[in-house]
Nanobody, 117 residues
Framework: VQLVESGGGLVQAGGSPRLSCAASGIVYTANVMAWYRQAPGKQRELVASVSSGGTTKYGDSAEGRFTISRDNAKNTLDLQMNSLEPDDTAVYYC????????????WGKGTLVTVSS
């Protein structure tokens, strides 16, 4: 299984970048795809998740500003981020996990988003 993130980079405060994650090699497609982020000196935290059935969940930092979406046919995951702030600076990771048998959890290598003030 391979997860490849794209769309990171340097963004000005208030910007609206879009992150994408392309997944390949997944056989059991009933799963939850998610974006996590890890800022310098902080723990990794959930940004948002979406199940294969379309149920979404947002972390407090993303609620109202970010929108997660997935394309089950293409095995892709997107994160539309709006109104970015310097505190959003972090490495953003794509994750796919399946909580039911057969279980799995895979991570991408991450993409750095740097928000300048």
């Amino acid at each position: 299984v391979q997860l490849v993130e794209s769309g990171g980079g340097l963004v000005q405060a208030g910007g609206s970048p879009r992150l994408s994650c392309a997944a390949s090699g997944i056989v059991y497609t009933a799963n939850v795809m998610a974006w996590y982020r890890q800022a310098p000196g902080k723990q990794r935290e959930l940004v948002a998740s979406v199940s294969s059935g379309g149920t979404t969940k947002y972390g407090d930092s993303a609620e109202g500003r970010f929108t997660i979406s997935r394309d089950n046919a293409k095995n892709t995951l997107d994160l539309q981020m709006n109104s970015l702030e310097p505190d959003d600076t972090a490495v953003y990771y794509c994750n796919v996990k399946r909580p039911m048998t057969p279980t799995y959890s895979y991570w991408g290598k991450g993409t750095l988003v740097t928000v300048s003030s």
